[in-house]
């Protein structure tokens, strides 16, 4: 072990230890008494069937990222990363498909040794509180699909950034970071129209109160949009949500069937207020451009990585090359990732809250934004009071109680002002 090996582990571990720390706290900050706020929509026996699932899932994924941790070490000190690599060089495949090949194979059996839990994770916790719809065809098809287009779009991607590193010299990281900037772009075009049918069925939403109601909100604000959908996410899971897509003629208000059938058309409304705000406020445009400097300090990082013999090293690789390269700093930015996601989460928060303010400024209402958020956290399980660190760390929408203090402050403002 090289002390390029020991910083890295200590990294990995401090991730770890703090991931864990975060998830302990949580369940100690876990409150027994049902808040006063929330008691017009759960009830008792409700409120202590969300905090069952909010021990069973933290728990849970407190299994899972040990297990992941444990195969990981015993991975890299067992020299699993030299072996692989010697055995796909002798292939004789070059540089690009011997790269396709051996991050290939590590995705795989990355992708085998997480499908027990993810097994357990549908038909076992999310069918114990009534969550599940998944049928074991649909898993199966779910998990073809995602496979064929891991396939069919991130191989020529990645081939191509192997290939910019390879083979365009020391500005091959502006050359990935292009590609993979246009294709992220295109992709906010494409995939609503022709990667999200593969796995939903996406059906105008019918003639009636809730039509009319959300199109002429639509108009009141400015905001062209081509058509309203229903997705049939009952054919997965009972939980509930809505969310825009795509950009121009591919914009689509999306909302779930089981959210169309939970709350009440003034609730939908302000829901998509909501929704709207975040385009209205350019909170979108933000954070693509904020993922497009992300990509490309990545890259830049990468090709500074790339250069640094002692790295490879630190996995026992003898033999530097683009494809083992990429995937270290894959696992030495993850900490960084972590530490990264503080300030973002805390961006996050903030366009959560203007948008609720938008939607109340517009809809000239409070009470049904925070009536549908509520039937939202009783439907979805939600974990009212959550500990202030995992807030930080995961959480890119405020407590819920936070947002309702905000929407309320937002509606007295307004009625001050009128």
Known sequence: MNTYAALILAALLAEYVLNLGSDLLNLRH????????????????????????????????????????????????????????TVVRGWGFGPIG?????????????????LPFSLYSTFGIEERFGFNETTPRTFALDLLKSVALGVALGGPLLAAILWFFQSTGPYGWVYAWAVVTAVMLGLQFFAPRYLMPLFNDF??????????????????????????????????????????TGFGANRRIVLFDTLVEQLSVDELRSVVAHEMGHYKL???????????????????????FLQVEGLFHAFYVDQPSVYTGL????????????????????????????????????????????????????????????????????????????????????????????
Request: hydrophobic share 45%; proline share 5%.
């Open 30 to 85: 876990l409150q027994p008494e049902l808040p006063a706020e929330f008691r017009d929509t759960f009830d008792e026996a409700e409120y202590e069937r969300a905090q069952a699932y909010t021990r069973t899932t933290t728990r849970f994924g407190l299994v899972s990222s040990t297990f992941g941790l444990a195969v990981l070490l015993v991975f890299w000190f067992a020299g699993g990363f030299e072996g692989l690599d």
């Open 98 to 114: 011997t790269g396709l090949c051996y991050i290939g194979l590590l995705v795989l059996g990355r992708g085998l040794l997480a």
């Open 203 to 244: 059906e105008p939403l019918e003639e009636g109160a809730l039509r009319e109601s959300i199109l002429s909100y639509a108009d009141s604000v400015d905001f062209p949009v081509g058509e309203v959908y229903v997705m049939d996410g009952s054919r997965r899971s009972n939980k509930a949500n809505a969310f825009f």
């Open 282 to 304: 350019n909170h979108i445009p933000q954070r693509i451009a904020t993922s497009v400097v992300q990509t490309g300090v990545l890259f830049l990082l990468l090709s500074l």
């Open 327 to 418: 995937l270290f700093f894959g696992l030495v930015y993850s900490p960084v990732d972590l530490l990264l996601s503080i300030p973002l989460n805390a961006w996050a928060r903030r366009h959560e809250f203007q948008a609720d303010r938008f939607a109340v400024e517009t809809t000239d209402r409070d009470g049904p934004l925070v009536g549908g958020l509520k039937r939202l956290a009783e439907t979805n399980l939600s974990n009212l009071t959550p500990h202030p660190l995992t807030v930080a760390l995961e959480y890119s929408h405020p407590p819920l109680s936070q947002r309702i203090e905000q929407i309320r402050a937002a509606a007295r403002s307004g009625s001050t002002a009128a």
